[in-house]
């Protein structure tokens, strides 16, 4: 009789587990497999507020693939040897616990490495990623920090309401078509409520977020095999 119990407890709580485990979902809700959709900053959190869907074409969600696709909206790589800010961790609940981002990027105002220079001393848009793909949540998804920053001079600081607008920022350059590298994508963005709580409870530097998540589904349409 015990041992039936056991196994009923067993067959109870096994398959939430592997329901986790579904391939080909958009993303797992953090919250669910005990992470949290703020990541681990120095002062409190700060929010993923844009999510890549793991539905988009896998050569979008791989760290190559990821660069190429923030270059055609407009992000480069970091100042080389001019990084910014310490890395932030994040726990995507997906088993893996608090892991690092995977890279940090900035808006780039021209074309080069230089643009990225001089983008980290006017200020602008800045953005983290964390990809959840631990054992327990295995979504592909691309997690994305993004915040509107002061310039260099003031430390990088987030401006007031630096997050919704970071996000907007964003994703109103990335929606339609844009390429880059010779490869171009079709993206669609929706707004996901429920996700994220709004208000700044725990934020870094205290700044209020909306509780708005943005999911983009980031479709490759074609390559012109031209460079990558
Ligand atoms: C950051 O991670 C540590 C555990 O390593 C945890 O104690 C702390 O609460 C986290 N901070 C935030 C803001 O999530
Ligand atoms: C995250 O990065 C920090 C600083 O580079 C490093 O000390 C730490 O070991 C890294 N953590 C993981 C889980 O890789
Ligand atoms: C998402 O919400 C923001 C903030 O309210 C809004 O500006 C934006 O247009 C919305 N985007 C979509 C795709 O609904």
């Given at each position: 009789m015990y041992s039936i119990a056991l196994a009923l407890a067993g067959l109870f709580f096994r398959p939430a587990a592997t329901a986790l485990q579904k391939r080909a979902a958009d993303f797992f809700d953090p919250a669910l497999g005990g992470g949290s959709i703020f990541d681990n900053a120095t002062f409190g959190g700060e929010p993923m507020n844009v999510i890549i869907s793991g539905l988009s074409s896998p050569d979008v969600l791989t760290d190559d693939g990821v660069l190429n696709f923030v270059r055609a909206i407009g992000f480069s790589t970091e100042c080389l040897g001019l990084h910014l800010g310490n890395p932030q961790s994040a726990n995507l609940g997906d088993g893996d616990g608090l892991v690092n981002q995977t890279i940090g990027l900035r808006e780039d105002f021209g074309s080069s490495a230089l643009g990225t220079c001089l983008e980290s001393a006017i200020g602008g848009n800045h953005l983290r990623v964390f990809r959840q793909n631990g054992p327990q949540a295995d979504s592909g998804a691309l997690f994305l920090a993004v915040s509107k920053e002061q310039p260099a001079s003031k430390h990088h600081d987030i401006v007031p309401d630096g997050y919704n607008v970071g996000r907007d920022d964003l994703v109103s350059r990335a929606v339609g078509t844009k390429g880059f590298g010779g490869i171009f994508y079709d993206i669609q963005a929706r707004n996901i409520t429920g996700l994220m709580p709004a208000?700044?409870?725990?934020?870094n530097h205290g700044i209020g977020v909306d509780g708005i998540v943005t999911l983009l589904t980031v479709t490759i349409q074609s390559t012109d095999g031209a460079s990558s």
């Open positions: 208000g700044s409870d725990g934020i």
